[in-house]
């Protein structure tokens, strides 16, 4: 399988920082086929970024997907207090599909 | 509006069986996969597979290819997710979630709320 690690395990911000969250995966992973998802506590997880760079549809432009397998990049230019939640990476072109360990983006 | 709507949670005991749901609505229910996430207590998220309600054609991850069933009905939009003999190490939260567009390879864009399956004695 494709283990997808992400890091850091928790990034500490305040509201109107930037953050930056990086995934890896163990193998070669076409970019076309991977994917950021924001959760919120009890809430479902929602797509934010497919084909590691193309925003998914309603996501505001404050978050931006960049890179490869190798080093992918989730970017959120300005936190806003409603982005404070877990993230996940994804890579969907090899079966089993995968999911990084995730990413907690909490409030300093 | 596109949206899933899951079943409500579940408690079961060790051996029984269950069968969750999941109901598609605003879209052609048929032309799109639909999978199930594992996320149990605290934790990350799992791939469990997917299937197209269009022919019920099911593809599995290794890790519950056995251990569960999916199946579909697309006379009332709804796919299912069935155990024969829960475990207590399968209480979790179950997701199901729609694929973006029509590929059997794309990212999950339309979520279910989420059913919470809890198995103990």
């Known amino acids: 399988d494709i283990v997808l690690t992400q890091s850091p395990g928790t990034l500490s911000l305040s509201p109107g920082d930037r953050a930056t969250l990086s995934c890896r995966a163990s193998q070669s992973v076409s970019s076309s086929y991977l994917a950021w998802y924001q959760q919120k506590p009890g809430q479902a997880p929602r797509l934010l970024i497919y084909g590691a760079s193309t925003r998914a549809t309603g996501i505001p432009d404050r978050f931006s997907g960049s890179g490869s397998a190798a080093a992918l990049t989730l970017t959120i230019s300005r936190l806003e207090p409603e982005d404070f939640a877990v993230y996940y990476c994804q890579q969907y072109g090899t079966s089993p599909l995968t999911f990084g360990g995730g990413t907690k983006v909490e409030i300093k | 509006e596109v949206q899933l709507v899951q079943s409500g949670a579940e408690v079961k005991k060790p051996g029984e069986s269950l069968k969750i749901s999941c109901k598609g609505s605003?879209?052609?229910?048929?032309?799109?996969?639909i999978g199930w996430v594992r996320q149990m207590p605290g934790k990350g998220l799992e791939w469990m597979g997917i299937?197209?309600?269009?022919?019920?054609?099911?593809r599995y991850s290794p890790s519950f290819q056995g251990q569960v069933t999916f199946s579909a009905d697309k006379s009332i939009s709804t796919v299912y997710l069935q155990w024969s003999t829960l475990k207590p190490s399968d209480t979790a939260i179950y997701y199901c979630a729609r694929h973006r567009d029509t590929s059997s390879v794309d990212a999950f864009e339309v979520w279910g709320q989420g059913t919470m399956v809890t198995v103990s004695s």
């Open positions: 299937i197209h309600p269009g022919d019920s054609d099911a």
């Open positions: 605003g879209y052609n229910f048929t032309n799109y996969w």
